[in-house]
């Protein structure tokens, strides 16, 4: 379980912190949507996950750790995925680049290309070790950001607006690979303003506004609420 208790970050220079006193748990295996406008601190918050931000106070525990005094074991078990997947690639070709985790795990050869070649296949890119990177679509390049953490083999995974930018085959590409993660049972969190494309996959709707968590229900109570904070209401 993800455990996050009383945190806050601010930004130098800014008058008010990003995130402000939040307290949230997320279960493994849930599908949680954390929806919000923009500049509600939502990427801010799911950064601390994985210690890649350090928290102003307040901490975050992951299966009763916390994170910033594991941060390897923090990294292995929450797997990230950013908004501009590109901006993460570290090799020139799929395969190299979906090893690249595992590598500085220190695994051997054997493991790490069985985790490369679960992970592709996890996302529709089975037998695309040798593709060039600079040459995948949009929706392409999103599913093998996907790989890259899943070849971690997390216990969840993080998305922040994954559909953002895709045209409506890659669109489909995605929402297809989180189908086939919440039926692993793998925690999900898709941070988003517009949650209409996987609202039917979400367990829980949690609504951040100003740094402050406004909303935390199911979807079904949810729905009606959404307009009103700034956020898509689903179709």
């Known amino acids: 379980m993800i455990v996050v208790e009383d945190l806050v970050h601010r930004y130098e220079g800014d008058a008010s ?40 106070a307040g901490r975050v ?8 005094e594991h941060p390897v074991a923090a990294r292995t078990g ?21 090893a690249f985790g595992p590598e500085n795990l220190g695994l051997d050869r054997t493991e790490i290309d069985r985790r490369v070649g679960d992970a592709l296949a996890a996302v529709g890119m089975a037998g695309r070790r040798d593709d060039r990177v600079d ?14 953490a899943l070849a971690m083999e997390p216990a969840y995974l993080v ?24 039926a692993r049972g793998t925690g999900v969190v898709v941070v988003t303003h517009d949650p209409g494309i996987v609202y039917d996959l979400a367990d ?12 935390d229900a199911a979807p079904s109570e949810a729905a009606d609420e959404l307009e009103g904070f700034g956020v898509n209401p689903p179709c």
Do not use: C, W, Y
Not at 78 to 98: I, N, S
Not at 163 to 181: E, I
């Open 135 to 148: 040459r995948l679509s949009g929706g392409e390049a999103a599913r093998v950001a996907i790989a890259g």
């Open 159 to 182: 998305m922040d607006e994954p559909f953002a930018g895709l045209d409506a085959d890659g669109r489909s590409a995605v929402r297809a690979a989180l189908v086939d993660l919440k």
């Open 17 to 56: 912190p990003a995130v402000d006193g939040v307290s949230l748990d997320i279960e493994e295996g849930s599908f949680v949507l954390l929806a919000g406008p923009n500049g509600a601190g939502k990427t801010t918050l799911v950064r601390h996950f994985n210690a890649l931000l350090e928290p102003d």
């Open 61 to 68: 525990l992951l299966d009763g750790q916390p994170v910033h």
């Open 204 to 215: 829980r709707v949690v609504v951040m506004v100003e740094g402050r968590i406004s909303l």
């Open 78 to 98: 929450v797997g990230m995925v950013f908004q501009h997947p590109r901006d993460a690639f570290v090799a020139a070709t799929v395969g190299p680049d979906v």
